[in-house]
């Protein structure tokens, strides 16, 4: 079975950017270093003939992912996203009540998380045990250091 990923439209628009320079950019310029180390003679003792197939092989397999992820990725209707409880697209202002360190982070989905820019996935521990929380809950969540406590401060929306 196949799971599907509910991305927004600005995650759907990079995925469709990177298939685009990887077969339009990356495929030709790996195939014309294959041909060029294959004009050098003998194959069997040619490492940059090796090297280029290996890229191909790699670059061949980050298309057919993508291509998948495009073929099961579902676009959000954020009209539909409400401030209630806490869900995809949802920007979570969140104390840790161990600390008393105050973090915002916006849920997304897998393929659009990025920690540098305090995007948390949906499927992490935090991110699956905030989901469906509401202002003023607090919450226990099971990560590999132990277990953190958070009260939920503020859930607003993406944007």
């Given at each position: 079975?196949?799971?599907?990923?509910?991305?927004?439209?600005?995650?759907?628009?990079k995925l469709k950017a990177e298939l685009e320079q990887l077969k339009k950019v990356e495929r030709p310029?790996?195939?014309?270093?294959?041909?060029?180390?294959?004009?050098?003679?003998?194959?069997?003792?040619?490492?940059?003939?090796?090297?280029?197939?290996?890229?191909?092989?790699?670059?061949e397999l980050r298309i057919s992912k993508l291509e998948h992820t495009l073929a099961y990725s579902r676009?959000?209707?954020?009209?539909?996203?409400?401030?209630?409880?806490?869900?995809?697209?949802?920007?979570?202002?969140?104390?840790?009540?161990?600390?008393?360190?105050?973090?915002?982070?916006?849920i997304v989905s897998d393929g659009e998380a990025d920690l540098k820019q305090k995007k948390l996935s949906?499927?992490?521990?935090?991110?699956?045990?905030?989901?469906?929380?509401?202002?003023?809950?607090?919450?226990?969540?099971?990560?590999?250091?132990?277990?953190?406590?958070?009260?939920?401060?503020?859930?607003?929306?993406?944007?």
């Amino acid at each position: 079975m196949n799971n599907v990923s509910y991305v927004t439209e600005e995650g759907m628009l990079k995925l469709k950017a990177e298939l685009e320079q990887l077969k339009k950019v990356e495929r030709p310029s790996i195939s014309k270093q294959i041909a060029e180390a294959r004009d050098k003679g003998d194959l069997s003792e040619n490492a940059e003939y090796d090297a280029a197939k290996e890229a191909q092989g790699l670059l061949e397999l980050r298309i057919s992912k993508l291509e998948h992820t495009l073929a099961y990725s579902r676009l959000l209707d954020e009209s539909r996203i409400d401030t209630e409880k806490v869900q995809i697209l949802n920007k979570v202002k969140i104390k840790n009540l161990d600390n008393n360190t105050v973090m915002e982070y916006s849920i997304v989905s897998d393929g659009e998380a990025d920690l540098k820019q305090k995007k948390l996935s949906v499927n992490t521990p935090i991110g699956k045990g905030l989901l469906g929380k509401k202002v003023g809950d607090q919450v226990e969540v099971t990560v590999p250091n132990g277990v953190i406590r958070f009260e939920i401060m503020d859930i607003s929306l993406i944007g």
